[in-house]
């Protein structure tokens, strides 16, 4: 089946420590999302990705860092400068941007935790 | 600029009543509208959109939504609310010439279903 694969499913980062997370997709999407999701904020854009080798910043893009080396892969690290990186992480694709009528997929999230 | 305002935290109702999920939104031109639905600690599940067309939009798990362009809103509805449908709501908008930017989410609203 076609889908989204994030991992960790749960990461605990301590203070000072870059963490890189996993997003995989198989649906041959050519548009890649991350978005931070905190209690009562909604979904927040980190970064995103219309084709490989290129991205551009979200709302909240400071103290993260994102490569798209390949069409499947999207990663995201949160480096040390994330000074609360404690969220759920959701990765999203989408058939190609622009007009058109694509809603996203997403993956089923990675937890960071500071301990 | 796009935005998207869910005026309920949280929505309470008892099984078996209808059920509204309320959305309002601002885009420049033409809207794109979508509904997702999140379940604990996992990724957002498409529920239904808007491109084009009829108002009323038929969604899975026997949602609807109404759009109304003159009061820029986007109101989940359900005839008869089950305990399973106890969830995170998001309701997400992008314009439709907006070119590549992506979409934008509420902050959602819990839904809570009452046996």
């Given at each position: 089946?076609?889908g989204?694969t994030?991992?960790?499913?749960?990461?605990?980062?301590?203070?000072?420590q870059?963490?890189?997370?996993?997003c995989?997709?198989?649906?041959n999407?050519?548009?890649?999302?991350?978005y931070?999701?905190?209690?009562?904020?909604?979904?927040?854009?980190?970064?995103?990705?219309?084709?490989?080798?290129?991205?551009?910043?979200?709302?909240?893009?400071?103290?993260?860092?994102?490569?798209?080396e390949?069409?499947?892969?999207?990663?995201?690290?949160?480096?040390?400068?994330?000074?609360?990186?404690?969220?759920?992480y959701?990765?999203?694709?989408?058939?190609?941007?622009?007009?058109?009528?694509?809603?996203?997929?997403f993956?089923?999230?990675?937890?960071?935790t500071?301990? | 600029?796009?935005?998207?305002?869910?005026?309920?935290?949280?929505?309470?109702?008892a099984?078996?009543?209808?059920?509204?999920?309320?959305?309002?939104?601002?885009?420049?031109?033409?809207?794109?509208?979508?509904?997702?639905?999140?379940?604990?600690?996992?990724?957002?599940?498409?529920?239904?959109?808007?491109i084009?067309?009829?108002?009323?939009?038929?969604?899975s798990y026997?949602?609807?939504?109404?759009?109304?362009?003159?009061?820029?809103s986007?109101?989940?509805?359900?005839?008869?609310a089950?305990?399973?449908?106890?969830?995170?709501?998001?309701?997400?908008?992008?314009?439709?010439?907006?070119?590549?930017?992506?979409?934008?989410?509420g902050k959602?609203?819990?839904?809570?279903?009452i046996a």
């Amino acid at each position: 089946d076609g889908g989204i694969t994030q991992s960790p499913k749960y990461l605990f980062r301590k203070e000072g420590q870059n963490v890189t997370l996993s997003c995989e997709q198989n649906l041959n999407h050519d548009a890649m999302y991350w978005y931070r999701q905190d209690p009562g904020q909604g979904l927040r854009l980190i970064y995103y990705s219309q084709i490989v080798n290129d991205f551009q910043k979200g709302d909240i893009a400071e103290g993260y860092s994102v490569s798209r080396e390949k069409k499947e892969s999207f990663p995201l690290t949160v480096t040390s400068a994330q000074k609360n990186p404690t969220a759920f992480y959701l990765c999203a694709s989408t058939p190609r941007t622009g007009p058109g009528d694509y809603g996203y997929t997403f993956g089923p999230g990675t937890r960071v935790t500071v301990v | 600029a796009q935005s998207v305002a869910q005026p309920e935290d949280q929505v309470n109702v008892a099984e078996g009543n209808p059920l509204t999920v309320k959305c309002t939104y601002s885009v420049s031109g033409n809207p794109y509208l979508f509904w997702y639905v999140q379940y604990p600690n996992r990724g957002l599940q498409f529920l239904l959109k808007y491109i084009t067309g009829d108002n009323l939009v038929k969604g899975s798990y026997g949602f609807e939504a109404e759009f109304n362009k003159s009061q820029t809103s986007f109101h989940l509805k359900k005839p008869s609310a089950l305990v399973s449908d106890s969830a995170l709501y998001f309701c997400a908008v992008r314009a439709l010439n907006s070119g590549n930017t992506p979409l934008v989410f509420g902050k959602g609203t819990r839904l809570s279903v009452i046996a």
